[in-house]
């Protein structure tokens, strides 16, 4: 059997083929993918589910892995994402954290900065239109953020769609 830093590498090797079944493969049935700046999504069957959506708008994607780091049952992945969809480019530096199990992807928690992902994407939203739409996180959801800075002093939860 294969080891987890190499299981990772596999599987980060996967997205470039953008099949939401085979990724989700290497979840447990129980498994959870955890976008941090959304709530996680479980399930095998939800994880492939919540792929597809956002596979819908990519093009093609190549992820760089700049450091990987394995102990025990937890490997620690630095990557920059390189993304492309019909709504603009995307690189997108990441750091996942999995925990695995039997050699599978138990949880996946992947930390970004979610203002680097809409400024990528602002030039493409200005050109079309004042608003950039996003997948969000189950199949029947979509999250729309604002490419613009919020006026004044207003604390970005003041800012509504």
């Given at each position: ?14 997205w470039s ?58 490997v620690i992945?630095e990557r ?82």
């Amino acid at each position: 059997m294969a080891g987890n830093a190499e299981i990772i590498r596999k599987f980060i090797a996967s997205w470039s083929d953008m099949d939401a079944d085979d990724l989700a493969s290497y979840f447990t049935d129980g498994g959870t993918y955890h976008n941090m700046p959304a709530k996680p999504v479980t399930g095998r069957d939800n994880v492939a589910q919540f792929i597809k959506v956002f596979l819908q708008t990519w093009t093609d994607t190549t992820w760089d892995i700049l450091n990987l780091v394995e102990e025990g049952d937890v490997v620690i992945c630095e990557r920059l994402d390189r993304t492309k969809t019909t709504k603009g480019d995307v690189d997108l530096p990441c750091v996942g954290v999995f925990e695995m199990q039997h050699g599978k992807i138990h949880v996946w928690r992947d930390y970004f900065d979610m203002a680097t992902f809409t400024r990528a994407l602002s030039s493409y939203s200005r050109i079309g239109s004042s608003r950039a739409k996003f997948p969000c996180y189950s199949a029947s959801q979509r999250c729309t953020f604002r490419s613009s800075k919020p006026k004044g002093n207003a604390p970005l939860s003041r800012i509504t769609s």
